[in-house]
């Protein structure tokens, strides 16, 4: 059933041109699958880079692990965030230089600290005192920066509290590395996933500059601000264009920062989301009761195969539907699986058409990001998501 539609999708204007969208149109799918396309990562890449300047991408794996888009962002010139011995691994078999890998994770693995030693990554984060001891015993002399938390995020997927340390704990930490023979060479933190506007970095900044200008005044000689993430895709909402956003983030950061030797952006969904969808398929569209004002329509993907980011409905991918244009009507949209939490949007409710039936296919756009990553292997017997990539 879930045959090709030629034409279909190309009636959406806005995704005519896309690579990954026409791929989709003119093929079959025997299971969800994410189809992303290298050309529109290397355009963002460029968009990004062009906007940041002088800060260099290090680009946050974990967004999208596919070994053909980390080979062409090597080639691009990018650098790494890692979070684990099997990232470091996949980088450097991709052509990676060890001195472009940064492990970024505030909770690392003492033998993979030691690992990543071995093979020449010099530069860790950390946000406590035994991290920045187990550091110094598996990788002596390496450089670190401190990972801040930062308060007050504006962000729609916002990273919490689980890393950084607080401002009060910063000169201790700083201290501490160089008492135990590490390099402290600068700070970093997340503003948060998914930062829609530009405007929302400042109070971070603003957070975070007083701290720089006070560990420089205390002695350190901070050589690296690192931005971390937070570059938004296009969900629905409005967002800035990436080089605009780039340069306006940029621009609030010298205004606060000055002329910092080093600074480095770990861009994770602003780089691969948009250059991806998915193609999956409706298994199921029903009601509770014949009152029912909504239907439930059934993905054959869902929060376990996936659409993890759809946790607190905080993410809202658009669907594409061959029935689009035609009378809609409102909808819960669940996953397949037999998990009374596989259920993507339910307190807000999707408009979809009214024409919807099993077997159609539906895409689900801009998904390059966060999705085959937190894909489980198969809970349930569901298979994981099957990446293309272009
Ligand atoms: C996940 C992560 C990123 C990427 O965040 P995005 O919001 O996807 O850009 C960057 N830096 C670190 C340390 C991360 O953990």
């Known amino acids: 059933m879930n045959a090709p539609l030629p034409g279909v999708f190309r009636a959406v204007s806005s995704v005519s041109v896309d690579p990954a969208a026409a791929y989709i149109a003119a093929n079959s799918f025997e299971r969800p699958t994410l189809v992303i396309s290298r050309d529109r990562v290397a355009q963002q890449y460029d968009a990004l880079h062009a906007g940041l300047g002088r800060a260099h991408i290090h680009y946050a794996v974990k967004a999208n692990p596919a070994p053909e888009i980390i080979r062409l962002l090597v080639r691009k010139g990018a650098g790494f965030d890692a979070a684990s011995r099997g990232e470091i691994e996949l980088c450097l078999a991709q052509g990676a230089c060890a001195s472009r890998i940064s492990f970024g994770n505030t909770i690392k693995r003492a033998s993979d600290v030691a690992f ?4 020449g990554v010099t530069l860790f984060a950390a946000d406590s005192v035994a991290e920045l001891d187990k550091i110094a015993t598996h990788a002596p002399g390496a450089r670190v920066y401190i990972r801040l938390i930062v308060e007050n995020s504006l962000a729609d997927w916002p990273l919490s509290r689980k890393f950084g340390c607080a401002a009060a704990a910063l000169p201790d930490l700083l201290n501490h590395a160089g008492a135990v023979g590490l390099v ?18 400042e109070p971070v900044l603003d957070q975070v500059a007083p701290l720089w200008h006070a560990a420089i005044a205390a002695g350190h000689d901070l050589q690296l601000l690192n931005l971390g993430g937070g570059f938004p895709a296009f969900y629905g909402e409005t967002v800035e264009r990436p080089r605009r956003y780039t340069a306006a983030v940029m621009e609030a950061v010298t205004a606060r920062f000055g002329d910092v030797p080093q600074v480095m952006a770990e861009p994770g969904r602003g780089l691969v989301a948009e250059a991806g969808h998915i193609a999956a398929e409706v298994l199921l569209v029903s009601r509770k009761s014949p009152d029912d004002l909504h239907r439930w329509v059934y993905l054959d993907i869902g929060r376990f195969s996936g659409l993890a980011e759809t946790e607190g409905e905080a993410i809202r991918y658009q669907l594409v539907t061959r029935h689009d244009g035609g009378e809609t009507g409102p909808c819960v949209l669940a996953g397949p699986s037999c998990d009374s939490a596989d259920i993507l949007y339910e307190k807000r409710p999707l408009q979809l058409p009214l024409a919807l039936r099993d077997g159609d296919r539906v895409m689900i756009r801009n998904c390059g990001a966060y999705t085959s990553s937190y894909s489980s292997v198969g809970f349930n017997g569901f298979p994981p998501l099957d990446v293309i990539v272009l």
Do not use: C
């Open 184 to 201: 402290p060479y600068g700070l970093s933190f997340h503003v948060g996933s998914q930062t829609r506007k530009p405007e929302f970095w």
């Open 116 to 119: 990543a030693h071995s093979v």
